[in-house]
């Protein structure tokens, strides 16, 4: 079962655009969790967003937690060549038990000069 | 790097084989989480383990299994092997039992099954 569901699948832009990915679920999670996946590579952790409504912000970069903790977007500016890569949301479902996060299948972005 | 070590990095093995794979945690982090990444699925959690103690399990096939020694590395082992298991494995670890710390994830163990 895949909680959280990724679009687009794949994305394909040149340099300079901007770009947004989403992120939904119908589950309510504690946190949500970006990361960016080179091929060949782990998970590389961006940003961690936990409160409804929240912003973050990271150069180019700019993640959003839906007011309902349930979907998240990330939105690029200017994409560079650099960016290219799979960028995965995992949301954490807490709780002292354990803190296992469950992915998307990730958005392949590829940014091309 | 990291911090947190997979050895190895790739594996050929036969099915019906059994493997070993070997996951060092970034220091100071108590929890090893271990993740399949397939391509048609995705990253799946496997299992998770905290200070040496079974935490949380996923969609772990009974065929495979884990631990965590003293020394906070874990193992990741499994057997009975089919062309289906060919897929990159990865350990993940972070530091606190629960809360919003993000995992360190390693570099992976391919493994090919043939």
């Known amino acids: 079962t895949q909680l959280l569901e990724q679009s687009p699948q794949f994305l394909s832009i040149q340099e300079g655009e901007n770009l947004t990915v989403y992120c939904n679920s119908s589950s309510v999670f504690s946190s949500l969790q970006w990361y960016r996946q080179e091929p060949g590579e782990g998970p590389v952790l961006l940003v961690t967003v936990v409160t409804g409504g929240e912003v973050k912000k990271l150069k180019r970069l700019t993640f959003q937690f839906g007011d309902a903790r349930k979907d998240s977007s990330l939105h690029i500016t200017a994409a560079q060549p650099g960016d290219t890569g799979l960028y995965l949301c995992a949301g954490g479902l807490g709780g002292f038990a354990g803190y296992a996060l469950n992915f998307g299948k990730g958005t392949s972005l590829l940014v091309t000069p | 790097d990291s911090g947190v070590t997979q050895t190895p990095k790739h594996l050929i093995t036969a099915t019906g084989q059994r493997v070993t794979l070997r996951c060092s945690p970034r220091s100071g982090d108590l929890s090893v989480y271990w993740y399949q990444q397939s391509l048609d699925q995705g990253l799946q959690f496997l299992i998770q383990y905290y200070n040496g103690e079974e935490r949380a399990k996923g969609n772990i096939l009974e065929r495979f299994s884990a631990q965590q020694f003293p020394d906070l590395h874990s193992e990741l082992n499994l057997s009975s092997l089919e062309l289906g298991d060919s897929a990159l494995y990865f350990c993940?670890?972070?530091?606190?039992?629960?809360?919003?710390?993000?995992?360190?994830f390693g570099s992976g163990t391919r493994l090919t099954v043939v």
């Open positions: 993940a670890s972070n530091r606190r039992q629960g809360g919003d710390y993000g995992y360190t």
